[in-house]
């Protein structure tokens, strides 16, 4: 792969098996320099968060992001690479596949529509656009219990200054454009799978043909006294990011959960808070997802930001002065001074409304599906947070993963099950984390991990970690090593396995 320069703006220009291709060079999720990524049977992928491209066609075959890459001409002639592109293509580096229009919003009734999207995160949307992309011209209805429409939520978190317009996926005219309808601040209450019925909770009622169900998680709250004073937030509105960000200015932030949102926000807060503390009930941040030792040198990093930790505690009270958060108290019997407290101690599945409907609900409220994202319901998909699935790459294990990339393909793969396509997924999932500037990139599914191989100098924070299960790699973290996860998540992703041994000597 070539970055090549063509006065106006630059494409990638690739070589493979000895024939030229040409496309936009940056990824349109966040701009990453794809020539730095990974190039494997005819498909780049993104070096920081695993996005895929075909380099046949531009088309995006993987998330996160919601557009493709202009594709542009490869010529050849008397050994030399002649590249035709339009100018507009080159400035914008993306291209929004084409969507086909609704014919029959002239006639139609209020209260049907033929594909209704329950909840409007990233399955939502790639759901509704992927049907538009794929041709279904009938009427699609997305609803949200949100004031906004879609937008990039783990910027809440990453960037809590972030105004909805910078951070909004699709502007309101793409959605008038497209047919595709979104009701906001709307709630449904109950589904009635044998009439195709949703009842929303103002009294208003919809039949559908199709139904997604991609509402995602409600935050846990805190079960202590207090818990209803002022300035405590779950970050899950620009609203909450923004006004946590005013309240910690030059004033004390207390982060209850060193989750990855907990972590985030305090990290981001160190540059515009008097002090930050973090109160956690295990010994070690992110112990169970990336092991002791990634934990503790990422600890590290923070401690040396001026971030305090309160470990293996948890909240007994929260204490007010005139309705406002005045002190955390910790059952340790440490007082912690607080002006503004962010709570990150985990989410559960946004199912309750379900309970009644006769869809397949587990023990701990998430949706069943099959790798098709089909519920037990003809007709009935459900998609991102809110779902359990069999992930291929560990045996068709039930997993539940709440993450960005992970809802996108769910939602692609939902709406091509709604056209009958018979498309299974088979994505290996990629996640990131952003603090203090740095990046850590991680994909696979590392559950019940039993060691770690490291490479690289986990002081310096420039490693790579391989998780390994009966002596096969299921993951792997890095931060400052790239393209090693984009590298091995193209691995999995066809199909060969890693072994322990493999990653040993390297």
Request: aromatic residues 8%; proline residues 3%; contains cysteine.
């Amino acid at each position: 792969m070539r970055e090549v320069d063509l006065g106006c703006g630059k494409a990638l220009l690739i070589k493979e098996n000895g024939d030229y291709y040409a496309m936009g060079h940056k990824c349109p999720h966040y701009g990453a320099p794809l020539v730095k990524g990974v190039l494997s049977k005819g498909r780049v992928r993104c070096p920081w968060h695993g996005a895929c491209f075909s380099i046949g066609t531009g088309d995006i075959e993987d998330f996160p992001g919601l557009d493709s890459l202009p594709k542009f001409q490869v010529k050849i002639e008397k050994e030399k690479v002649y590249i035709r592109a339009s100018k507009q293509a080159l400035l914008t580096q993306r291209r929004t596949k084409v969507m086909a229009k609704c014919i029959s919003l002239s006639n139609y009734n209020i209260s049907s529509t033929n594909v209704l999207i329950i909840g409007a995160g990233a399955a939502g949307l790639v759901c509704a656009e992927t049907l538009r992309q794929e041709g279904f011209s009938d009427r699609i209805v997305m609803c949200t219990m949100d004031r906004h429409l879609p937008y990039d939520r783990p910027k809440l978190s990453k960037s809590m200054d972030s105004h909805l317009d910078q951070i909004t996926l699709r502007p309101k005219e793409f959605f008038r454009t497209n047919d595709i309808e979104v009701l906001t601040e709307t709630q449904v209450a109950a589904v009635d799978i044998k009439n195709k019925i949703a009842v929303f909770k103002d009294g208003f009622k919809m039949d559908y043909n199709k139904l997604l169900i991609a509402t995602g998680n409600t935050p846990k709250a805190l079960s202590c006294k207090g818990k209803e004073v002022e300035n405590v937030f779950n970050i899950r509105t620009p609203e909450d990011a923004n006004r946590v960000v005013k309240l910690a200015s030059s004033k004390n932030a207390v982060i209850v959960g060193a989750s990855f949102l907990g972590m985030e926000v305090a990290a981001y807060l160190t540059e515009k808070a008097h002090s930050v503390s973090v109160v956690e009930l295990e010994e070690v941040p992110f112990k169970k997802f990336f092991g002791e030792k990634v934990g503790q040198a990422l600890m590290k990093m923070f401690e040396n930001n001026r971030v305090k930790f309160y470990m293996q505690t948890e909240v007994s009270e929260l204490r007010e002065q005139e309705g406002k958060l005045k002190e955390v108290v910790l059952k340790s019997g440490k007082v912690l001074r607080a002006d503004v407290c962010v709570i990150g101690i985990g989410a559960s599945p946004a199912t309750g409304f379900l309970k009644q409907s006769g869809i397949n609900i587990d023990s701990k409220g998430f949706i069943v599906v099959n790798k098709m994202m089909q519920t037990n319901i003809p007709g009935v998909f459900a998609a991102g947070d809110a779902v359990t699935f069999p992930l291929a790459l560990r045996n068709n294990k039930k997993v539940n993963i709440p993450h960005w990339q992970m809802a996108h393909m769910h939602g692609r793969i939902a709406a091509l099950n709604m056209l009958a396509h018979g498309t299974e997924i088979s994505t290996v999932p990629y996640l990131w984390t952003a603090v203090f500037g740095k990046s850590l990139r991680y994909a696979g599914h590392g559950e019940g991990f039993d060691d770690v191989v490291f490479q690289g100098d986990l002081d310096e924070l420039k490693f790579v970690a391989f998780y390994t299960k009966n002596e096969e790699v299921i993951a792997v973290a890095s931060m400052n090593y790239d393209p090693i996860v984009s590298k091995v998540a193209e691995v999995m992703a066809s199909g060969r396995a890693i072994r322990k041994r493999d990653v040993e000597g390297m």
